[in-house]
């Protein structure tokens, strides 16, 4: 059968929809696409120069193992990059984008990888993320959920399961589709005793029935835990990464239930030996973070309050297992774990990490200070020799999940955790001099890193509580350490630097909080850094770092920008869960975290795309809306302002919508389409929002205006709306300079077109359309308003400043007419002062004209042909915006007040005398004598 989306090969297509419109105005989209996929060769380069033909094929294989590292990585972001973004066909099979190994030289050679290189075990788990792309490109589960039959269709030929097909199972359960599966199909799955598809199906079943408590799930969860299991049944070999999967199940079957036999279990879990050899438990540390993210999800939020926990005395087993010492359940033996022996004490590199999670995860928002002490970044030297150093971006993050409301998006709160001894060692600044220096030199390194780790927990916490804001502090923040971390003088070396893997840790933490801001909105400055760390496939980078760079793009452009996060408790902990920072070191890598795990950043996910529908034509497009935002919530979405005591988002539909529950209300404002207000559902959707909207007669629709549009687009938020930065069309170098920092346009000092009046009513009847319809009449007309502002330095600076919103009184119009005769700047000055008042910037290159001509006419040195010249000009001009069709109010309301007209008739007559008197009396006639607007 062929794809969902009907006719790509690579996976990497969305319908055209809401991506489509919203990305319409530059290509970042399909940069996106290109970035993500790995259905086409890689190209490889080769740099050195002069080798022989032996040593330049070595080179080409050790080129594109490097190079298909990053290959492998990328079907995780893949599919954030193409959630919900299709729906199936009953009739057909959903087809798996093949995965390319193979390499070309920049002249078009094919590299092939020698056999060995690539081992199948080493494919396995790239295979399984590929399939679960395939399988999350479709909606999730609603009212008509897909059928036994159908997904037992999709299973491969001869009933040999692969592990495409365990990943496309784990897609369908996270989307909720494995609810009606039958027990025989159950049955049939598990009993085959392939790994892949046994993970997918406990994490899936579990998944799709998340927080219900579901006897018929629970029953196939424990079977795969022995700790469930009574003493006497009998002895099942359950492999250890289906047990960490069936464990992680348990979570979320039993998320926010505190159920006490559970949280018993996934306790000791965490602290659980292995049995018998060294090889007995080769990934107990995924193994225990399992336990401690479940347990966290069982007793998520409850804190003290979770009724049945007292007497297992949590905090203080936590606590153990954290800073260590004799574990009282175990005598000293000779069991260990993959890489170390141990004896009576817990192994705290095994423990801490899940421990420190179930401590965040418990007290997610409480703010209990005594148990976010036990989190607390140790203060001095000796203190900090004592712990790993890397886990220091778990400890941070944790305590900033306990002390939710302290989270704040500044420098302060950044370094707060910092003690003064990591504080002291902030990279790029110099090592601190003075007595005692040259002992602690040697742990220069270590505190530079420490400081690197501590930042990146905190920046990573940050992004968990403004997911999907937008918020530009928090992430002009963020960028501000991840380019700092990203500077190659921060791992250059010498003694201000510190390693690269620990970079390499610290970016990928860092990179995935910045997208977690601004998820689903392409931000186009966020996506440049994004590419500069794709670009990097040198051969000591780890395949990890690979993977946490391409979640950071797909999120960046989260369901091809319908889709965003969500911050509940239930959405903290799956992105929590899914974003863990510790990456595999290889394709192969569980042991820090088992890679299904993942995806389970959909249940944090959330539709909030809008797409406005015109009634009459049932066609998408593009209409300008005023969002009204709560004043009292916590979190303000970015490119929001205030405005006479209210916070508002003028953004252009389609669009994404900021969190329902910071929205006040939602209103089509302007003067093409008719006013509207708007309600929505909850915040629980897995399909784009569709309203319909009227369009008012004998009015375009803006998708056949794109002046209108760029107009719209300039005075608009790109973070939410149609994010194409506001230029001439076509001009690329006016993109660049308009957007700033934090890729917001630059210009946009006009109030949005229909907008209210200081008094709270609606004045987009009212108005001419001076917004968008000028743009074109504009260009018919020879003069740009882009050309203007731009030509003329000062008016370029006052825009950019902005302007009061209000209609211009007597005062501006009379300050206009008395800088009429004087010079060019100073007339300038106050036409740009008095078009922005009145919220008319298209006005503003009209009356520069106009000014224009009455210097040429003033000129003493000036021919009567160029006099004559002049005059029509000037007449042609009048009348070219007195016609009607720029107008939107009553047909009377001119576009020049009869005031300034009288100005320039009084002008030219005082600088031709009788010459041009007839030409004063035609101007006259072109204008309108009703009042001023």
């Known amino acids: ?58 080179e080409q294989q050790l080129r594109l193992l490097c190079v298909l590292r990053r290959s492998l990585a990328m079907p995780i972001g893949r599919g954030m990059l193409t959630l919900f973004t299709t729906r199936p066909i009953i009739t057909q099979r959903v087809s798996i984008p093949p995965l390319e190994l193979s390499g070309r030289t920049v002249g078009g050679q094919r590299v092939v990888l020698d056999n060995g290189m690539l081992t199948a075990a080493a494919l396995a788990w790239p295979h399984f993320h590929n399939g679960v792309a395939a399988g999350l490109r479709m909606v999730g589960a609603g009212p008509a959920k897909l059928t036994t039959t159908w997904i037992a269709h999709h299973r491969p030929a001869n009933n040999q399961l692969t592990e495409e097909h365990a990943g496309f199972l784990l897609a369908l359960g996270l989307l909720g589709h494995l609810t009606d599966l039958s027990t025989m199909t159950l049955y049939d799955y ?7 598809t046994s993970i997918a199906i406990l994490l899936g079943l579990a998944a799709a029935r998340c927080g219900s408590m579901d006897a018929a799930v629970a029953k196939i969860l424990s079977i795969h835990v022995p700790s469930l299991l009574p003493a006497t049944a009998t002895e099942v070999e359950v492999p250890p990464m289906v047990q960490t999967a069936a464990v992680c199940g348990l979570g979320l079957l039993y998320q926010g239930t505190a159920h006490r036999r559970i949280a018993e279990v996934l306790l000791s879990e965490i602290g659980q030996r292995a049995g018998s050899g060294s090889e007995a438990a080769p990934d107990r540390e995924g193994h225990s973070l399992a336990a401690g993210i479940a347990l966290g999800m069982v007793a998520l939020g409850k804190g003290n309050t979770a009724a049945g926990l007292a007497d297992l005395h949590v905090v203080d087993r936590l606590r153990r297992f ?64 004592e712990v790993r150093t890397d886990l220091l971006i778990i400890r941070a993050m944790s305590r900033c999940l306990i002390m939710w409301s302290s989270i704040e998006p500044t420098m302060e709160f950044a370094e707060s955790l910092c003690p003064p001894v990591v504080k002291a060692h902030r990279l790029g600044d110099q090592p601190p001099a003075g007595p005692g220096w040259a002992e602690s030199e040697h742990h220069l390194d270590e505190l530079r890193t420490a400081y690197a780790f501590v930042v990146a927990g905190t920046l990573f916490a940050l992004g968990l509580k403004y997911a999907g804001s937008a918020n530009q502090e928090a992430l002009s923040l963020i960028l501000l350490f991840l380019d700092r971390l ?32 601004v998820a689903g909105s392409g931000d186009a400055m966020v996506l440049a850094r994004l590419r500069k760390l794709h670009a990097r496939t040198t051969v000591d980078m780890i395949h990890g770092t690979h993977i946490a760079t391409h979640m950071a793009i797909g999120l960046l452009f989260l369901g091809g920008g319908a889709v965003t996060l969500g911050t509940t408790n239930e959405c903290v902990a799956a992105l929590v869960a899914a974003f863990f920072p510790f990456m595999p070191t290889s394709t192969s890598d569980n042991r820090n975290h088992l890679q299904a795990m993942r995806h389970l950043y959909v249940l944090a996910c959330r539709c909030r795309g809008l797409v406005p529908v015109d009634v009459d034509t049932h066609d998408a497009g593009y209409v300008p809306l005023t969002i009204t935002l709560r004043s009292e919530s916590a979190v303000r979405p970015g490119g929001s302002e205030e405005r006479e005591g209210k916070v508002t988002l003028r953004v252009v539909a389609p669009c994404l919508l900021p969190p329902p529950e910071t929205i006040a209300c939602i209103r089509v404002r302007g003067p093409r389409y008719w006013d509207t207000i708007l309600t929505l559902g909850p915040d629980t959707a897995r399909d784009v929002r569709t309203v319909l909207v009227k369009r008012r007669a004998g009015h375009a629709p803006y998708a056949s205006d794109r002046k209108a549009l760029l107009d719209l687009a300039r005075r608009s938020s790109p973070t939410w709306g149609y994010a194409a930065v506001a230029g001439p069309a076509g001009s690329g170098s006016a993109r660049k300079s308009q957007v700033s920092l934090n890729g917001q346009s630059q210009e946009g000092a006009a109030a949005m077109e229909g907008d209210t009046g200081p008094d709270g009513s609606s004045s987009g009847d009212a108005r001419s359309d001076t917004e968008d319809s000028p743009g074109l009449a504009l260009q018919q007309g020879g003069v740009l308003l882009d050309r203007a502002l731009a030509a003329d330095p000062l008016a370029l600076a006052l825009v950019r400043h902005g302007g009061a919103s209000g209609s211009v009184g007597a005062a501006d119009e009379t300050a206009l007419i008395a800088a009429l005769t004087g010079p060019s700047a100073v007339f300038r000055t106050a036409a740009l002062e008095g078009c922005l008042r009145r919220e008319c910037v298209a006005l503003f290159p009209v009356l520069v004209a106009v000014h224009t001509t009455l210097t040429r006419l003033r000129s003493p040195s000036g021919d009567p042909d160029s006099l004559t010249r002049a005059v029509v000009q000037l007449r042609a001009l009048l009348s070219f915006f007195s016609t009607p069709r720029l107008l939107a109010g009553p047909a009377a309301t001119p576009l020049i007040s009869p005031m300034f007209a009288a100005a320039v008739e009084e002008s030219v007559r005082n600088s031709l005398q009788n010459t041009l008197v007839d030409v004063a009396r035609t101007i006259t006639s072109l204008v309108s004598p009703s009042p001023s607007p």
Do not use: C, W
């Not at 919203?22 to 740099?47: C, K, M, Q, Y």
């Not at 598990?190 to 892949?196: D, F, N, T, V």
């Not at 000293?332 to 705290?348: A, K, Y």
């Open 322 to 385: 954290i800073v260590g010492g004799r574990d009282p359940r175990h005598p000293p033996d000779q069991t260990g774990t993959s890489r170390i022996r141990e004896g009576p004490l817990v192994n705290t590199g095994v423990t801490a990490p899940a421990a420190m999670l179930a401590l965040g995860l418990m007290y997610l928002r409480t703010d209990l200070g005594a148990v976010a002490a036990l989190l607390d970044v140790p203060d001095t030297q000796v203190l900090l020799d």
């Open 190 to 196: 598990l009993s085959k005793g392939h790994e892949p």
């Open 1 to 58: 059968g062929g794809p969902v989306s009907g006719g790509d090969d690579d996976g990497t297509s969305i319908p055209a929809t809401i991506a489509s419109m919203r990305f319409a105005g530059d290509n970042r989209l399909a940069e996106a696409a290109r970035l993500l996929s790995s259905a086409s060769p890689s190209t490889v380069r080769i740099i050195k120069t002069g080798l022989s033909d032996h040593e330049l094929l070595s």
């Open 486 to 517: 990203s500077d190659p003088s921060t791992t250059a070396r010498g003694k201000a630097s510190i390693t690269q893997a620990s970079a390499d840790l610290a970016i990928g933490a860092v990179a995935l909080a910045a997208s977690m801001v």
